[in-house]
């Protein structure tokens, strides 16, 4: 269906085969099994990106040439944001690699208040986007590998078990789905990577100190950063 059909529709929203083949499932659990279904198949299923709803940090990462390096300074960074009395930092991390010539990973990352017992989100993905660039986290790429800033908006993310298709629907010869790696990631539950899935209403604690615009005052900026170090 269309876009817009799924978008009256009540649900969630998803693309299967072709970006342009909107489908609606009841919720993130009937999705999840969806996505599991293929695992052994080729498919390519995309989550829809809703601009009105609660999400978790994520990044896309892409490079002619692999660079780990990369990856591991974005973790780095985040979690020198986020003070480690209140703020558990977990990550999951999907490669979909294609030698010599293509390196892809996706890297998710769910925030944990130790205190409240309750997981932590932005309201939104432009508030996620805005956070991103008052960090500089979308700049930490390298000549090899890049940071793509495209992916926060109204639209699509491939997720675990999803091979690359072009805009026509059709898969190219050879495989590239992604797949967990295990060993960079928490748990290899596949809704914990659906991006706006979360267990109960998480925490949404930044979106009153959220700037309206990129031009902020010193005691703005010293009160943003404290809310994330000391939340």
Not at 53 to 68: A, H, N
Not at 100 to 126: C, G, I, M, Q, T
Request: hydrophobic share 35%.
């Amino acid at each position: 269906m269309k876009k817009a059909d799924a978008l009256a529709k009540h649900g969630v929203i998803y693309t299967s085969g072709s970006f342009g083949n909107y489908e609606v499932c009841k919720n993130y659990d009937e999705l999840v099994c969806r996505i599991k279904r293929g695992k052994k198949l080729r498919q390519m299923i995309c989550e829809y990106i809703h601009p009105n709803r609660t999400i978790i940090m994520y990044f896309d990462l892409d490079g002619e040439e692999d660079d780990p390096t990369v990856l591991e300074k974005l973790k780095g960074a985040i979690l020198k944001l986020f003070d480690e009395e209140f703020i558990e930092v977990r990550f999951i991390v999907l490669t979909s690699h294609k030698p010599p010539d293509k390196y892809s990973y996706h890297l998710f990352v769910r925030f944990f208040h130790k205190k409240e017992h309750k997981e932590w989100a932005f309201k939104n993905v432009e508030e996620l986007k805005t956070f991103l660039d008052f960090h500089k986290l979308l700049t930490l790429g390298s000549q090899k590998m890049k940071i793509d800033p495209v992916v926060y908006r109204d639209g699509l993310f491939r997720t675990v078990f999803s091979d690359k298709v072009s805009k026509d629907g059709t898969f190219s010869s050879e495989r590239r789905p992604f797949i967990f790696d295990e060993s960079q990631s928490y748990t290899t539950d596949v809704k914990y990577t659906l991006i706006q899935y979360f267990d109960e209403e998480p925490i949404t604690p930044f979106y009153e100190l959220m700037f309206e615009s990129s031009d902020c005052t010193s005691s703005e900026s010293e009160a943003f950063d404290s809310v994330v170090l000391s939340i």
